[in-house]
């Protein structure tokens, strides 16, 4: 499998790292969409939402508990937008799930 999530997550590919531990590898978006833009990513390959199930949902968990820290950290007291694509629709473009963190100014009201 050619995953470019799971290259970042094993080091083969560099990144910015913001938080590792067992479940959870967060690092920065590349091109950034905002002033803090971090992906965090599961430490094993679940390709989107589409596949999470009773199995593999404690690293669902483990990164939503990482979320707030990790907001905390970079000083997003004002609040900040959680987001996951799944899919085409949606314009999911790394088959390896994430949640995107974004932050640090007003975002715009309109998701869809
Ligand atoms: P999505 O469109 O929801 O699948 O999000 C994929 C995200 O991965 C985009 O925001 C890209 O900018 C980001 N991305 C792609 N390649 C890299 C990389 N090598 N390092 C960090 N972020 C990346
Ligand atoms: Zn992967």
């Given at each position: 499998m050619n995953c470019l999530f799971c290259e970042i997550i094993k080091g083969n590919i560099p990144s910015s790292k913001v938080y590792e531990d067992e479940y959870v590898y967060a690092f920065r978006d590349?091109?950034?969409?905002?002033p803090v833009h971090i992906l965090l990513v599961p430490k094993?390959?679940?390709?989107?939402?589409?596949?999470?199930?009773a199995e593999n949902s404690v690293y669902v968990a483990k990164i939503f508990e990482k979320i707030p820290e990790i907001a905390k950290s970079e000083n997003l007291g004002g609040g900040y937008r959680v987001i996951t694509n799944c899919g085409a629709d949606a314009c999911q473009s790394v088959k390896h799930l994430h949640f995107h963190i974004l932050g640090g100014t007003q975002l715009i009201e309109k998701m869809g």
């Open positions: 590349i091109n950034p969409q905002a094993v390959h679940i390709s989107s939402v589409d596949e999470i199930n």
